[in-house]
């Protein structure tokens, strides 16, 4: 007989593969057991379509066996009419007797909710296993129910002696000189896949003109982000080709605009920047933005400690002069070597409130 952690362990497997394809919503795994058995296995493949308990009933050939079985879900069941009918509504009418939970829904629409109707008909619930991994899948969905605001990852690529890119020659061309490797490169495009935003400053944006897409992994592409206060990106650069949704925040919004998936914000540049753009993101319910860079914003975000983790990519190169890496301190979740680079996995030890 195997255990509970067990078969939460595979929900939260199954939930994985929702991975870039159901925000806003969180990735849910579920799966039914009949007499140490999985009979039955599904998971929220894409927002707006069936919720994880749908399909894993569904996939059970003997309905009969439904009513002597448990179903194991890495979130609490929805009580609410959303986008589909309640999953508790569904489990019930199952007679499923048994249900084994690894989280509450921090939406407000059910947190508990599920539970109490599903303990009102009778049946048996447990929560809490494998809580803290069941969480941990949906930061960006648990910051956006509990902070009001998107998950912020920071990310960039150092030399060993610090440096985040070589001292630019006013007038030359910029001589480019990759800091990440084949390897760690493929790494960004995952976690850009993954995430639901990505956002980049001016200089950045026009000294490197990238494209900030996910080139070398199959995935979705994040919402471009692009902070361009006076709008010195020029209009033919990549992150303006409006092939992907695309905000930019600005002092001042051009007259006209004809791009169909790139839209422009206007918002202050002071302090209160960092907050006006959560408190945007959060309405248009993005609910996890990567920081790419340059160093200035890199360190805007550290000074307001508006992060949750940083991701440092330190490769073995020298470059002696140069823009300076940020400077951080945080809790070291991993540091390992990755190819010839060291990946250090940071994260902040105080939760960034914007209220
Ligand atoms: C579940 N199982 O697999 C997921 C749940 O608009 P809807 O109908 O898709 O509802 C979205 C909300 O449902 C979402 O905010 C979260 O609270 C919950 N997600 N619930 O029972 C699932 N993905
Ligand atoms: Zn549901």
């Not at 790494?187 to 956002?199: D, G, P, Q, T, W």
Request: with cysteine; glycine share 6%; net charge neutral.
């Amino acid at each position: 007989m195997y255990t509970d952690e067990y078969y939460m362990q595979r929900c939260l497997q199954l939930a994985a593969n929702g991975s870039g394809h159901v925000s806003p919503n969180p990735m849910v795994g579920a799966v039914v057991v009949h007499k140490g058995k999985i009979i039955g296995e599904g998971y929220h493949r894409e927002y707006g379509k069936a919720h994880a308990e749908v399909n894993a009933i569904n996939s059970v050939k003997d309905k009969s066996l439904l009513c002597e079985s448990t179903i194991y879900v890495s979130l609490e069941p929805c009580s609410h009419y959303g986008k589909t009918p309640p999953c508790s509504q569904l489990i019930i009418d199952s007679r499923i007797p048994k249900v084994v939970i690894a989280t509450l829904d921090p939406y407000f629409k059910v947190s508990g909710r599920g539970i109490n109707m599903l303990k009102e008909a009778g049946i048996e619930v447990k929560t809490g296993v494998l809580e803290a991994e069941a969480r941990n899948l949906n930061k960006g969905f648990f910051a956006a129910q509990q902070e009001n605001r998107p998950y912020i990852y920071l990310k960039w690529a150092q030399t060993r002696d610090g440096y985040i890119d070589r001292a630019r020659v006013e007038g030359k061309p910029k001589i480019p000189t990759p800091i990440s490797n084949t390897y760690t490169r493929m790494l960004v495009h995952k976690m850009r896949s993954e995430v639901a935003s990505i956002m980049v400053a001016t200089n950045t944006a026009v000294n490197d003109n990238p494209s900030l897409t996910t080139r070398y992994w199959a995935g979705r592409n994040p919402v471009r982000l692009i902070l361009d206060r006076s709008l010195r990106v020029p209009s033919d650069y990549q992150v303006l080709d409006d092939n992907v949704d695309t905000i930019v925040f600005c002092e001042k919004a051009p007259e006209n605009n004809n791009r169909k998936r790139t839209s422009f914000v206007e918002i202050p540049f002071g302090k209160e920047m960092i907050p006006v753009i959560m408190r945007e993101l959060h309405s248009r319910k993005i609910n996890s933005v990567l920081v790419e860079g340059g160093a200035l914003l890199l360190q805007s975000f550290i000074d307001a400690k508006a992060w949750d983790e940083a991701y440092i990519e330190v490769a073995d190169i020298i470059f002696e002069s140069g823009v300076k890496a940020p400077r951080i301190d945080g809790v070291l979740i991993d540091d390992k070597e990755i190819g010839c680079s060291q990946a250090i996995h940071l994260s902040n030890v105080e939760k960034y409130k914007i209220l």
